[in-house]
């Protein structure tokens, strides 16, 4: 491992697995999954209180593969809910420590992200950060106002890929990504469309608890005064109209699927009904993507597909058409969250940016 490089550990907690990855610079060594038996994780009360469980299993792996640890320099979590805050890479603080502890935006098992890269830090004597939250919030006021004062719209949305992928689409254009106007659309389980302005999410759906377009599993917006009718009319409890808005909503509650290549298969066969839902996500992220061109005055640089929906070039296609008369697309097909991480921390530890204190 050459010594010029920094050596850089990045770990990103799902609910049964902890994918971690080693870099040296902008270089992959490994990527590893380590997954977690359900009934280890029963132990635990909250997602929050896993964090030294997997922090030993990571320790484990590591020196199995003989990894010197005295050489990492920088441990970069998946940023978990801490309060809303402006892009970037931050330093892992005991306040935000705190905070993921308490889970005072909520209790989710990324929150173990910046605990565990903290407590790995402490270990070795290193840095530790965390890189573009899904709770990162730069939306204008104008943004936030619903039309109802009892609600506010969030900002919650793919922070981490979105900003990665506006950063490479900037890199196509020749710019930087602060001198840049894109529109981003993650497209996933959920979608989420974003409005970059010169560097900023400046508005965005979102896309965990209904609004926007529908998703493989999502609902996206629906009809106010039906959803009213249909939660007050006794058939559905309240977790039940949570499940048809995320997680047994969009395709899924259509076609008994949320996997795009059981669709494009039916679809090949004849079946109009697939044809017509399939297409129907394509158009209503179309038109996402088409009124977020007017937040941005027209003024749009760049569009940019991304997530594992943009795997499908049929469904890329779709949205191609309707809006590619607005600006050039890019498509960045799946997701690569690990890369974003270590290069979040990189474009610190080279100075090309300065950490943020939470």
Known sequence: MSEKMPL?????PGSTSTKISLFEGEKELFTENITHKIEELARFNRASDQDLYRMELIIR????QKVPLEQIQAVVGRGGLVRPIEGGTYIVTEQ???????????????NCGGLIAYAISKALGCQA?????????????????SGMPLIQRKSIFHALNQKAVAREAAKKLNKKYRECNLIVAHMGGG?????????KVIDVNNGLDGDGPFSPERSGSVPVGDLVKVAF???YTYQDMKKLIKGHGG???????????????RIDKGDQEAKLIFEAMAYQIAKEIGSLATVLFGEVDAIALTGGVAKSKRFVNLIKKRVSFIAPVFVFPGEEEMRALVFGA???LQKEEEAKTY
């Open 8 to 12: 850089i550990l990045a770990i990103n």
């Open 251 to 265: 395709m899924v509650a259509y076609l008994g699927t949320h996997d795009l290549r059981v669709v494009e298969d």
């Open 191 to 199: 979608v989420t469309v974003g409005a970059h302005c010169k560097g």
């Open 346 to 348: 990189l474009r610190v």
């Open 96 to 110: 935000m420590v705190a905070d993921l502890k308490k889970g005072i935006m909520g209790d989710h098992p990324s």
């Open 233 to 235: 009319s006794g058939t």
């Open 129 to 145: 950060f965390i890189v573009d939250p899904v709770v990162v919030d730069e939306m204008q006021d104008i943004a936030r106002i």
């Open 61 to 64: 792996f590591l020196r199995e």
